[in-house]
């Protein structure tokens, strides 16, 4: 896959999987820690994913016939609750839990011809950040440049 196509592609593989309907799916854009649309979604469902920018990649190797260099690049996707909305009437009453679960279902077991592997535990990065209850999934895959 290309560099270039991995944060498109992971949005698109979120938003057409099922089980995780109704939450906010947004692809950084480099305005960190302004990030359009974050709020909103918190204030409004409860939950929301962050696909942030990839972070560059570890060179592994170079593909001498056609000029191309492979990296190992990570791609970290957090899933971020304000559980007082998301618990609440209205809110989407989904599990954070299963919600990691399910990005990993979608981007790492589907069949991609480079599919995404789990960087690290993804359960390890629980924390709670100015009382949202956040979770990070660091994601690898194989990427040419």
């Known amino acids: 896959m290309n560099i270039e196509d991995l944060q498109s592609t992971a949005k698109t593989l979120i938003e057409a999987h099922a089980p ?4 906010t799916v947004i692809a ?15 204030e409004s469902d409860g939950l929301v994913i962050i696909i942030w920018q990839d972070t560059g990649g570890t060179p592994l190797d170079v593909v001498s016939r056609r000029g191309r260099l492979m990296l190992s690049v990570d791609l970290p996707i957090t899933i971020e609750e304000n559980r007082k909305v998301n618990l609440a009437a209205g809110g989407l009453n989904k599990d954070p839990g299963l919600v990691v679960r399910e990005v ?17 535990d993804p359960y390890s990065n629980i924390g709670d950040v100015g009382g949202i209850n956040m979770r990070l999934i660091n994601l690898k895959n194989k990427s040419t440049i």
């Open 20 to 23: 995780l309907d109704g939450i």
């Open 28 to 42: 950084d854009d480099g305005t960190w820690p302004q990030t359009p649309a974050r709020e909103a979604a918190l």
């Open 104 to 120: 990993l279902s979608c981007l790492c077991g589907f069949p991609l011809s480079d599919p995404f592997e789990p960087g690290d």
